[in-house]
């Protein structure tokens, strides 16, 4: 476990997996929206992430051509039901986040747009293939899992965007959380599962604990 603190500023997001619902506004994995009884068809056949940032919804999914190809696509629809916007992707959305009050995506190489007047526009902001972000609040701090293929010579990692900083950490299951204002992180990929609790300014592990067997409430962990 090694701890990079970045002389300059590299650039380097809460995964969806069931749908889920803000008010009466639901997302479904056949791709429909539901409000209060009515639903609507967005034309996605398959749906395995939604956000709502207060103006409506944003779903990533596929369509499915008559040859059985998925197409990634992102979908927009307003808290009325009465305006739908679709965009055709190159590659899978990975994420959906906010950021100082700006919707923004994230897709599985890495590359981060924002949404502004209606289209999705390239951001500055760049980060590591395959990171989901943790925590966007005041700054950006993201991870990467451990890669699955054991030849790799790649480790997992945390990392904060703005503050310049980058933990290798064995990570693959348990994500990391932000708990009181910590980051949280299970090391399960190796031989000896080790929770650690770190600075989110720094990048400092501030306390470690050997565990028996990971868990999946990372925040009910007692470092004391």
Not at 17 to 36: E, M, R
Not at 127 to 153: M, R, W
Not at 169 to 186: E, F, G, M, Q, T
Request: positive net charge.
């Amino acid at each position: 476990m090694k701890i990079y603190k970045l002389n300059s500023p590299i650039l380097f997001l809460l995964i969806f997996v069931s749908a889920c619902s803000s008010a009466d506004l639901s997302w479904n994995y056949d791709g429909s929206i539901t409000k209060s009884g009515k639903q609507l068809k967005t034309g996605l056949q398959s749906t395995y992430s939604g956000f709502f940032n207060g103006e409506g919804i944003f779903i990533a999914g596929y369509k499915i051509d008559n040859k059985g190809i998925n197409h990634p696509y992102v979908v927009f629809v307003d808290n009325e039901l009465t305006m739908v916007n679709s965009w055709k992707r190159n590659r899978k959305v990975q994420q959906f986040f906010l950021y100082k009050k700006h919707t923004y995506l994230l897709d599985d190489l890495g590359r981060v747009e924002l949404y502004e007047n209606s289209t999705w526009v390239d951001s500055s902001i760049k980060l590591q293939s395959n990171s989901i972000i943790v925590d966007s609040n005041e700054f950006i701090i993201a991870c990467k899992p451990t890669p699955l293929v054991k030849t790799s010579k790649n480790t997992g990692s945390c990392y904060s965007v703005q503050q310049s900083w980058k933990v290798d950490l064995s990570w693959r299951v348990v994500k990391p959380k932000i708990c009181d204002n910590y980051l949280v992180a299970v090391e399960d990929s190796k031989r000896e599962i080790k929770a650690h609790r770190i600075d989110i300014n720094s990048g400092e592990i501030l306390r470690s604990i050997s565990l028996s067997t990971p868990v999946e409430h990372v925040c009910s962990l007692q470092f004391n």
